[in-house]
């Protein structure tokens, strides 16, 4: 291939319908991976390692920290998640436009790590739609619902630090406005100014 | 609309087919249109004032520069051209996305006057292949189609000045890119956040 693939950070409020999105518009496009992140948590059964997750100990986890080997990281309860930058890269490199699902805090990692991310925010409609979906759904009590939908007005402070926002009204329009700027970012100056090396 | 348009600034080399391709991306499409310049040449027969040209007396044309009422203005043979900052601001402001196609001397005056504008450069898949289709045009003379290959060589060195590039191979491919350009940049943050101002 002769194009480098884009490393593309998605984010959005749980309920934002983001992986739907996502899933739709990369529908038997061979070009798209999603990243594989490293973690200290055990497989559960039927996790694969090196396709779920990379499964590593504390001890090497660290040591990716302090090597700065990884792109973005957190802690979740008791286990530690992130991004393996040398894994990114080698599918960037074979022409990948590798897709990266992570909070705020981590986009804002790899923000400063990797300049030429595409990070792109993902939000329903409204706040009432976004209650609306996660009551529908049926999973959370009325207290974690309540929850949810703060932790999202508090995310929402944050679009700041995207290049891109989805509102996922319509589920075609927002995979088709996915689509779209995966496509405009292969046609930027920088990405493919290379090609015109024939000239 | 809740939308504001986008200024859209296409230039590329003669033969290029950077008409072809912008026609067939909006074919159809209510939401688009192309600026209307101003000129002090004479109509000519059939062309109407305000729909082909503004016709304006060179008296007039010096005001406009003057109280820098244009996005840029060049000077061709006798006659000056210049689009007009207030025909493109209306335009904008109700929601309509005006295509502009200028050459890449009228892009650097527009990128400095207006930031927000995008900038998108079409060009031939090589300058083999340009040769080719002006050849086949059959309206060149040998000596104006190697005038032309030069011109085209140096336009290509400003290919930095632009944000996009789109490399005119296939028709279909083309088209799809200025279309996708569109909707990236309408999903851009900084022109859709105040559609969140309702959460």
Sequence with gaps: MNEKGKLIVISGPSGSGKSTVVNKAIQGREDMCFSTSVTTRSPRPGEV???????????????????????????????????????????????????????????????????????????????????RRLVNRGTDAPDVIEARLQRASEELKETELYDYLIINDDLETAAREFTSILTAEHCKVPHRIHLLKDF
């Design 49 to 131: 390692d090196g396709k779920d997750y990379f499964f590593i100990d504390p001890q090497r986890f660290q040591e990716m920290v302090e090597r700065d080997e990884l792109l973005e990281h957190a802690q979740y309860v008791a286990h530690s998640y992130g991004t393996p930058r040398a894994f990114v890269e080698q599918k960037l490199n074979e022409g990948l436009n590798v897709i990266l699902d992570i909070e705020v805090q981590g986009a804002r990692q790899v923000r400063e790590k990797k300049k030429d991310a595409v990070l792109v925010f993902i939000v329903p409609p409204s706040l009432d739609e976004l209650r």
